[in-house]
Structure formats: structure tokens, C-alpha cells
């Protein structure tokens, strides 16, 4: 059974209501006013809360406030009764997270209708939420294992190998075999840098953080895609170009958001397709852009980007704890941001990261990216 916490102050109005919600199959929770309606909010945790807005000692839009501040408290959903039918009073409520408002007189019919509407949304989100921690508890159960033994067991292997046989091998075998330890290392310490990466945007964001520096995009952009075509053996295929752009963001989240969708480019296509990366300066801001020619993404694999979700893990073999774009959603979230993924099976991805005029500092010529970085044409 729902239950329903009402804050109205008027004695006859409140009994009615209370009458009402019993009526209805739900427990009814009152309170004569803001501040009562509140107390009784956290020792309760009212399923909804209908709420009057001119009331004493805490007035509605002061209780819905405190509801949404309060982490236990914040998704209820919460509708306003108000005898003013004021739209600048309305708009304020609704600003601040009200899901509804219903204006006095109401009849019954209109008053269930707000009721168990919200009542439904809010299982829907729920169950998707249910649904997404299960899945997300499965993808890190299979990824995250999968992606420390790897490295490990190379680590592993390798090092007791030249332990145990480094008088039977020759120079050349144990520096192959040290190459091997430390690529194997780099992975694993690729993986753990991914995670406190992502929890530490999604940490800052969640308190406000997120200090910004001023930097140069276009200088930034050739560096680090190079980087990734380095390590992925593909120099050759990098075409990139980037205008000279100061913007204000923290460094590590700019270059982490190149790294990103590169390494995703390098990883998901062949060796021998071009991989496009560039920056361009536009009215609306600075945007990332990065193509390639590889598998592709279905337009529900898009809607479903998350943190440790990759997709077809069963058919195509993939290093990485799918990360990524996850991580990338974070930042562009923590920046005032959008990233915009187009893709279609088997014709490549493009995603493009618009970052807001307001995070630009300066204009400038756009820049040519020096002849080392494996450009083509």
C-alpha cells in the first residue's frame, strides 16, 4: 500500500483529503503544517507528498526545497495544492522540482488523476533503475574480473618464466618477455586510472566541483589522438586537424575526453580505415569530433551507453571496462556539455562533443597540427 503524506494547514480541507486518500486504498499521513510536514517526511518516507503552499513556519515551496536537499528524500514525488492560481507562484514550484500542482477547488477525479499518475511514473523509474543496477552489477561481476586477470596472468606468467628459466634464455627472449610484462602492466594500470577517473568526475560533480584552468584545445587535440594511434599501432590511419581554441576546463577532463573517443575509434575499427579527430571553433562553442569506419552502434546501444556496459562482449574479443563514453557523459554533464553519438551497424561511429560558448576564453586562427602527428593529405 502507497502512502501518502498531505501538508495543509486548513483543519477541514486536511480531513477531507486524508478521508479521501483512505477512500482510495491509500494510507494517509497528515500534517498542519510545513514544518510538521517535513519532520514527518524523514521519520516516514512518504511514496508521494501532497503539499499546500502559503502555510506557517515552513511555506511549501521552503518544504519542497528541503525534500529535494535531503538524499533519502529527494526522488519522492511531490504535488502542490495551492488556492493561488498565480503563474509566477506555479512556475517557481514547478522550477524547483514539483512533478504537479493542483489548484483549489479540485474535484476527486482531478486530485486521483495527479496521484496515481505520478505514483506510476515514479514506478517506472524505479523499475528501470532495478533494472539497471542488475545489469549493472552483472556487467561489473564479468568485465572487471576479466580485465585484472588478464594483464595479471601475463604479468604473472612471464616474470615467473624468466625467473625460472633465466639461465636457459637468451637476451633477446627475456627483453621480449619484459616487453610483454610491461604492456601487460600498462593495461592494468590503464584500467585503474579509467576507475578513479570515473568516480572522481561523478564524485566532484555531484558536490559542485570541478575547478576549471585555462588551456589550448587545438594544441591538445593532436597530442593526445597521436598518442592513441601510437598505442594502437596506427599511425598511419590518424587524420587530424584542430582549431586553436583557449578554453576554460580542467586539462585532465579535456584530455581525457580525446583519449576517450580515439581510443574507442582505434579499437572498434580495422587497421588500414581512417580515424578522424578534430576540434572546431563554432558560433555555439568548441566541438570534438571523432569518425571512424568500424563496427558500429545500434540506435538502443546508444540509448543504453553506461558505465561497465559493453556491447557484443560474446562476439567481438575487447580490452577495456567500457568506460569510456560512460566517463565522457560524466564530464560533459560536470561542463554544461552534450555528447552526441551517430552510428549504424557496420558503417562506423562519429561522436561529437560540443563544449558551451561559456567555457571559451578566446578566439583564434585555427592551427596546423605538426607533420609528426601521422596525419594523411
Known sequence: ??????????????????????VH????????????????????HPDLILCDVMMPRLD?????????????????????????????DLREGMSQGADDYLTKPFQAAELFAAIDGRLERFNQIEEKQKRRMAELHRSVSQIIPHELRTPLVTIEGFTSLVLDEQETLSGDQIEDMLEEVLSATERLKRLVERNASFAQVT???AKGGLPNQTIEAGALIPAEAQERAVEHART?????SAHASTIQMRESLFSCLVNEVADNAFKFSEPGTPVHVSGTRTEDGYTLTVTDEGYGMSPRQIQEID???????DYNEQQGAGLGLALCQEICAAVGGTLDVQSSRGRGTSVHIAIPVTALVSSAQPATPPAANGNRG
Open 203 to 205: 564524485t566532484e560533480v
Open 60 to 88: 511549501g515551496l521552503q518544504v519542497l526545497d528541503a525534500v529535494r536537499a535531503d538524499e533519502a528524500l529527494a526522488g519522492t514525488p511531490f504535488i502542490f495544492l495551492t488556492a493561488k492560481a498565480d503563474a509566477q
Open 25 to 44: 486504498g491509500y494510507a494517509a499521513i497528515a500534517a498542519g503544517d510545513g514544518m510538521d510536514g517535513l519532520e514527518k517526511a524523514r521519520h516516514h
Open 1 to 22: 500500500m502507497h502512502t501518502i503524506l498531505i501538508i495543509e494547514d486548513d483543519p477541514s480541507i486536511r480531513t477531507n483529503l486524508v478521508d479521501l486518500v483512505d
Open 307 to 313: 558505465a561497465y556496459r559493453q556491447f557484443d562482449r
Open 236 to 240: 598511419d590511419d590518424l587524420v587530424v
